[in-house]
C-alpha cells in the first residue's frame, strides 16, 4: 500500500524559508517521477514542482521558479521542497504526489497523472 507521509510545514513570516519532506513507503520509490501540488483556500490545487525518477529533469512552476528547490534522496525514499524567500500568496496547503506510470521522466504538470497523494501539510507565510 502506497503511503506518502508529509513533514515541515508551518508558520513562517515573510522572506523566511522551510523545508518540506515527504517519505514514501509501498512502492519502488526510485521508478518514479514525484511532485509537489499547492491549494490555497477558494483555489485549484496547482502545480509547484515535479523531479524525475533520477532526479535529473525538474520542473517549476512558473510563480517559484529562483525561490523554491525540488530534491530527492532514492536512498531514503523521500522528496523534499526547500521553499526560500517565502511571501504570503504561498500560503497554502502543499501536497506531494506520485506520477502514475512508472519510469515516466516527463515531469509532467497535471496532477490528474499522479495517483497517490499526501495527506497535506499547511504552510503559513505571515507579512
Known amino acids: 500500500q502506497v503511503q506518502l507521509v508529509e513533514s515541515g510545514g508551518g508558520l513562517v513570516q515573510a522572506g523566511g524559508s522551510l523545508r518540506l519532506s515527504c517519505a514514501a513507503s509501498?512502492?519502488?520509490?526510485?521508478?518514479?517521477?514525484m511532485g509537489w501540488f499547492r491549494q490555497a483556500p477558494g483555489r485549484e490545487r496547482e502545480f509547484v514542482a515535479a523531479?524525475?525518477?533520477?532526479?535529473?529533469?525538474?520542473r517549476y512552476g512558473d510563480s517559484v521558479k529562483g525561490r523554491f528547490t525540488i530534491s530527492r534522496d532514492n536512498a531514503k525514499n523521500t522528496v523534499y521542497l526547500q521553499m526560500n524567500s517565502l511571501e504570503p500568496e504561498n500560503t497554502a496547503v502543499y501536497y506531494c504526489?506520485?506520477?502514475?506510470?512508472?519510469?515516466?521522466?516527463?515531469?509532467?504538470?497535471?496532477?490528474?497523472?499522479?495517483?497517490?497523494w499526501g495527506q497535506g501539510n499547511q504552510v503559513t507565510v505571515s507579512s
Open positions: 504526489a506520485k506520477r502514475g506510470m512508472a519510469w515516466s521522466g516527463d515531469v509532467t504538470t497535471a496532477r490528474e497523472l499522479y495517483d497517490y
Open positions: 509501498g512502492l519502488t520509490f526510485s521508478s518514479y517521477d
Open positions: 523531479i524525475s525518477w533520477s532526479g535529473r529533469r525538474i
